[in-house]
């Protein structure tokens, strides 16, 4: 689906009463949503390589982590193409009933992306704006507020 683009998938792999407990409160419920995101991820990414780092199931959930692999071909956060290849982070939890998944929650290092799409690292925008420049993991936020840990 991430490669085909084929979103008519979902109707058959997800339950018909699909919980997302990832999805964002502006996307619509269930399966549309799903759909919307995906749809909306295509316009602006393309999905290069989707690499399991580890699956365990036990009983009716799966929990996997994964790395995306991706090409910013498209407006993204408010940023023009870049061309550029990166990779993020994550994890999914899913709930299977009756061979479908029945839920999902899901953990993805977006808040970086607009970081590894800048021309050059830097303050203007992303994660690392949100640091004092040279603050070391632990600084302050730049706008005064306790920083991690």
Known sequence: MLFTHEYSVIQDVLTPDFVDHFAPPWDPPGREGVAHRFGQAADALTTRRVEVVVSVCEGDILAQAIELHFEHTGEFMGLPPTGRAFTIGGSNTFRFREGRIAEHWGVFDVAKI????????????GWSSMWEPGAPHGGRPANGAPGPG
Not at 114 to 125: F, I, V
């Open 114 to 125: 607009p970081d590894l799409l800048a021309a050059a690292p830097g303050p203007e925008g």
